[in-house]
């Protein structure tokens, strides 16, 4: 797992040198509107690439700085051209992508999922917005999301984080998200994910979520 130090994920959503896009001013008219998303990239039926903003919401960027290569979750600013589908992308950066598993996982060390707009459960995806302690960056870290541990909930689940060895030293922030498309079918109204982890005392938190399968 890739750290990410010394850094807020806020301040890195807001800063303009972390762009991977300039903007061509002429693209889009001037009342356009900047957002800054946690979105899902997709491809259409005509191969066109999208971005899911929610389970409803997509948006065609007039320009995406990567190669498509696999469905996956960004973090990004774009301009919406009003009344359209249009978007210009003005910058973008890849999510980190957990492990989702079943079977007997150790508690793991501590890790605590922030509760801001960056952490969210939308297009069958759990994305969080987290803090944890790193050493000095040259072991990877791992995180898995444990299913079925629950008989009687099968929407309960469980944030193991694993140092792998590495030092506690300092506190630094980090973003990754989970595929949740291996949980059963929930219909229409969705059903509430419960997201257990282990916190820095010892103990273990709890939050719950609306989780709706993707249609």
Known sequence: ?????????????????????????????????????????????????FIQLDEETILYPDNYPDPFVRECRIV?????????????????????????????????????????????VEDAYLTLHYSAFWGDGRVAHSLILVTGENPEDPYEVRLVHLCNGDPAIEKGDALVYFDLSSLPPTGEGGEILTLKWKNSAGGFDSRSYLFKSRQ
């Open 1 to 49: 797992m890739n750290r990410i130090i010394g850094i807020l994920i806020l301040a890195v959503c807001l800063l303009p040198g972390c762009t991977k896009s300039v903007r061509n001013a002429e693209s889009l008219d001037p009342f356009s509107r900047q957002y800054t998303a946690i979105a899902t990239v997709k491809r259409d039926a005509a191969s066109r690439v």
């Open 76 to 120: 990004c600013a774009f301009s919406w051209k009003t009344g359209t589908q249009r978007c210009w992308m003005e910058w973008m950066d890849y999510i980190e992508e957990g492990r989702v598993q079943g079977g007997d996982l150790p508690e793991g060390d501590p890790i605590e999922p922030e509760h801001d707009w960056m952490t969210s």
